[in-house]
């Protein structure tokens, strides 16, 4: 079946033209003029993706973001934004956004974005299902929802900081690359570098380890990757 868009854009000339090349690549669409709008059609429709522009009528992309991501804490948002600050990015995905795009974009770059999360959100779907809660170590990490436990203290993943540790989890005690993540989580996203998942190892540390600097469960391996054991 095709894969069903939310289009949340105010700007009347670019989102008739995305919502022409979209339907060309064979998706559903339905087009939101405003942040009111798009909350009213997220509640009365099933979608697998929100496309959502940050500057908008009402309530803007940031509110928007955070109403889905408490309902739905799977569904994949790519946001649009004429904003270049590195904090407007940051905030976006904080709140819950997985991916952003700047405007002016290519369209090519767009669908290719759309067409990699739709696929993590395929392969994320299937492998939670078969074990949505994992423990170890006195964590406890709710795929399903992104809630996680570390002993009395509860915290929330973003969904890249989820598909990571489950990723990490489904291949135990096996060395997993950095190329094999940017291949099978950001499905290579072109402004993704091997750094970036460094960094994110860094957190998901902070988050598990009682000792982030001398990690028990998320383990470097020289000049390899990255391999995850739960028992010490």
């Not at 992309?61 to 955070?66: D, I, N, T």
């Not at 804490?73 to 795009?101: F, H, N, S």
């Not at 600097?213 to 995850?228: C, E, H, N, Q, T």
Request: glycine share 6%; charged share 30%; proline share 3%.
């Amino acid at each position: 079946m095709s894969a069903k868009i939310l289009l949340v854009e105010d700007e009347e000339n670019l989102a008739m033209g995305l919502e022409y090349n979209l339907k060309e690549e064979g998706y559903k669409v339905d087009w939101a003029k405003d942040g009111k709008e798009a909350i009213k059609f997220f509640a009365e429709n099933n979608y697998d993706l929100i496309l959502l522009d940050i500057m908008l009528p009402y309530l803007n992309g940031f509110e928007v973001a955070g109403f889905i991501r408490k309902e739905n804490p799977q569904m994949p948002i790519l946001m649009l934004t004429a904003r270049t600050g590195v904090d407007d990015k940051v905030k976006g995905l904080e709140i819950g956004a997985d991916d952003y795009i700047t405007k002016p974009f290519h369209l090519k770059e767009l669908l290719l974005r759309i067409k990699g999360m739709l696929k993590r959100k395929s392969w994320y779907s299937s492998v939670v299902k078969h074990e949505p809660i994992y423990k170890f170590g006195g964590n406890e990490i709710n795929f399903e929802n992104f809630k996680c436990r570390k002993g009395k203290t509860e915290f929330q993943l973003t969904s890249y900081e989820a598909m990571i540790m489950k990723y990490l989890i489904l291949n135990k005690n096996k060395i997993v690359t950095r190329k094999e993540l940017l291949e099978n989580v950001w499905n290579t996203a072109p402004d993704v570098e091997t750094r970036t998942i460094d960094n994110f190892m860094v957190r998901l540390r902070k988050y598990f380890e009682n000792d982030p600097a001398d990690p028990k469960f998320i383990l470097s391996v020289r000049s390899a990757g990255y391999m995850f054991q739960d028992q010490i």
